[in-house]
């Protein structure tokens, strides 16, 4: 009895699009079995919403259906209560109170495995915290240290690669289409570059953003995420903030989306939950970006557990469609000399 | 220059020591008003907390009357206040206005200068040692202020005429403003208790005594929170504020300006661990606690007021349905946005002080 395997279930919604990878390494180099509830459908959606209270916001309402639907299924959920990894910036206030909110609302629950991630204090750093997590598992230290520096520097190196339903791999903004335009005058199908921007778990949950980064490619758009800017050049973008920003999981969307601002990309959709709080805030950073590029098309979608299909799609179209018309106005009347 | 300050409740008495005593003109803020609200709400990003909105409508009718420098707290999160004035600027610049904003927050690496620039702004070149003594004595107007609002609460169900208590306040408020030394302020608070003493039917009984708690803008501006306090007040109920000013600040007082015990804030630390370990910034895990707490004094129920869409509030709201069920004691909460309706509001209060009043027949609960 004493080998058998532990089961783990990490809920794959929220900050868990970032740092699954590391967890899932961490568990398996430890022997332990991680099970990862799916992709979100309608039965997760469900779950949450009848379980969270009205008010609480989308992502987390998904995050709850996540637990429930592992519930059964695993010894134990993971669900860190994730406070800051970067100083000066924390994560939401939901996200710091997750694991008591969970608590409280759910009952019947499977044992709940709760690290605090602060790296402002010694003992819960990433390095503690995990090896405190790892005595739930084996008793043998040495294993366990050395199996979090292995995953810990697997992450770091992979950090752009491993991250898991990711769209696309390529990190630049193509340049085809501006040297092939003129072949490419054919009604709809001119290619155009356009970013995303928005939390992780909402640009690669396809069942939240109700697919819209495999439509925009059907309708041949080069999709960018904020996921393919380099560090560096957000840490340099948010500069131009008056006061930076204390959220880690907004710093990133404000500073790529400054970035694409700055590369004047064609197009820049926001996505944002409803009822998101850093979202209220950031949105509002970007938009008054947008007035200082007019040359970059923005719009921003709210997605809530009603958003109709028919209501994205027609969004979507209206929005490429002025992106083309311009581009092909440019091309026929504004041609460079 | 000419200053202005947001609106928060009666906190607002001390604008003059703070900068028409440094030399300053002061701008008086109209009262919150519907027309405060309607500038606020149109002006400001959809999803965010009213408070940002109130505060920017405050701001755009100041600008219009006047004021180039516009005072405003800060902070380093998580909760959205600490980038408000960060958003407030950016929506009053893009409206055309010229003035400039001047933040007051806890020094971090990235705004010493500015906090500098701008301590040395409202000191106006008068000495530092005067800055002090005009800091302590706002210190104690607000002191003395919250005391009053403290003991009105308590007045309010037991005074022998309607809004006598409420006279009373206001009449000392114009006082506290324009008083220039302590003793003053002492007589102030001499006269405005003995009055108060007049008013007050002592045997009065079957007073249901709740906890007010949540959100601190919205549970210190009376325009936001419908007067909520003096509608319990009429309903004869006691309310017992759990935010409050001085507690706000405390933090602010470790730099060991003021002297003062963090013993409270331990305590509400404490009676919410068991549901909330870890603080979710604003004021989420200080309402938990302060619910135990009420538990514990033998309150009647507590009522939770929240900003729609406030992040930390909704957190605590959350772990407040667990702390009703587990300590059986009854909670309201009581959600505030641009729309919302007096009646509906009404119903709900009044339902809830009836359902109290039942348990308290019943017996499930005496104190």
Redesign the interface.
């Known amino acids: 009895m004493e080998n058998k395997k532990k089961k783990i279930g990490i809920p794959y919604a929220l900050y868990f699009y970032e740092y699954y990878p590391l967890w899932k390494d961490f568990f398996n180099r430890l022997g332990a079995d991680v099970i990862l509830s799916g992709p979100t459908n309608k039965k997760i959606l469900d779950l949450g919403i009848r379980s969270a209270l009205s008010e609480v916001c989308l992502p987390v309402k998904i995050f709850y259906g996540h637990v429930l639907s592992l519930s059964e299924r695993v010894d134990y959920i993971l669900i860190p209560r994730m406070v800051c990894v970067d100083k000066g910036a924390f994560f939401c206030p939901k996200i710091i109170g997750l694991p008591d909110m969970v608590k409280s609302s759910l009952d019947y629950l499977c044992p709940q495995i709760c690290p605090v991630i602060d790296v402002r204090q010694p003992y819960s750093t990433w390095k503690n915290s995990l090896l405190q997590v790892g005595q739930l598992i084996t008793d043998n230290s040495i294993e366990i240290s050395q199996a979090f520096s292995v995953s810990w520097e697997n992450f770091q190196r992979n950090y752009f690669k491993n991250i898991l339903f990711s769209n696309n791999s390529s990190g630049k903004i193509s340049q085809k289409n501006v040297q092939n335009r003129k072949k490419t005058i054919k009604g709809n199908e001119i290619p155009v570059n356009i970013a995303v921007l928005g939390h992780d778990y909402l640009i690669d949950d396809s069942y939240i953003n109700l697919d819209l980064i495999n439509k925009l490619k059907k309708m041949n758009v080069n999709v960018l995420t904020p996921d393919m800017v380099h560090p560096g050049i957000i840490k340099k973008q948010l500069k131009k903030l008056y006061k930076p920003i204390f959220w880690s999981l907004s710093r990133k969307v404000v500073g790529a989306g400054f970035y694409y601002f700055e590369k004047k990309i064609e197009g820049i959709i926001h996505l944002t939950s409803f009822e998101c709080g850093e979202d209220s805030m950031v949105g509002e950073l970007i938009h008054h970006q947008s007035q200082k590029h007019p040359g970059v098309a923005y719009t921003e979608f709210v997605f809530d557990e009603h958003t109709g299909e028919a209501g994205i799609n027609t969004r979507i179209e209206a929005f490429l469609d002025m992106i083309r018309r311009k581009k092909r106005y440019e091309i026929s009347f504004a041609s460079p000399r | 220059m000419k200053l202005a300050l947001p609106r928060l409740g009666n906190i607002y008495v001390v604008g003059e020591t703070l900068i028409t005593d440094m030399g300053h003109e002061l701008i008086e803020t109209p009262l919150n008003s519907k027309k405060t609200m309607d500038l606020g709400v149109k002006y400001s990003?959809?999803?965010?907390?009213l408070p940002l909105k109130i505060a920017l409508g405050n701001f755009i009718e100041v600008l219009d009357i006047g004021a180039e420098g516009l005072i405003m707290a800060?902070g380093?999160?998580?909760?959205?206040f600490?980038?408000y004035?960060?958003?407030q600027?950016?929506?009053l610049l893009?409206m055309g206005y010229d003035f400039q904003m001047i933040?007051m927050e806890l020094p971090?690496s990235?705004?010493i200068k500015m906090l500098w620039d701008n301590i040395n702004l409202l000191r106006n070149r008068k000495r530092w040692s005067y800055m002090l003594k005009k800091f302590k004595f706002a210190w104690q107007q607000i002191l003395l202020t919250e005391e009053l609002e403290n003991k009105v609460l308590q007045v309010r169900p037991r005074e022998k005429e309607k809004g006598g208590a409420s006279r009373i306040l206001l009449e000392s408020l114009k006082k506290i403003k324009y008083a220039k030394d302590i003793e003053s302020l002492v007589q102030i608070r001499k006269d405005a208790l003995r009055k108060f003493e007049e008013i007050t039917i002592f045997n009065k009984k079957n007073i249901i005594k709740v906890a007010l708690v949540g959100e601190f803008y919205v549970s210190l501006e009376p325009f936001v929170n419908h007067h909520l306090e003096e509608k319990l007040g009429y309903l004869g109920v006691e309310v017992v504020r759990k935010n409050s000013v001085k507690a706000w600040m405390e933090p602010i007082m470790r730099l060991n300006i003021f002297k003062e015990s963090f013993k409270e804030e331990k305590d509400i630390e404490q009676a919410a661990y068991k549901?909330?370990?870890?603080?979710?910034?604003?004021e989420?895990q200080t309402t938990v606690g302060n619910v135990v707490l009420a538990h514990q004094e033998e309150l009647d129920g507590a009522i939770q007021v929240v900003p729609?869409?406030?992040?930390?509030e909704?957190?605590a709201?959350?772990?407040l349905?667990?702390?009703s069920e587990d300590l059986d004691f009854p909670t309201l909460t009581l959600?505030y946005d641009e729309q919302t309706g007096e009646e509906g509001l009404n119903t709900r209060i009044e339902a809830f002080i009836d359902l109290l009043r039942m348990r308290r027949r019943k017996g499930v609960k005496v104190s």
């Open positions: 990003p959809e999803y965010c907390c800060g380093w999160g998580p909760c959205r600490g980038y004035a960060q958003v600027r950016d929506v893009d933040i971090r990235s705004n549901y909330l370990s870890h603080s979710v910034g604003g989420g729609f869409t406030c992040m930390p909704i957190v709201e959350t772990i349905k667990k702390v959600t």
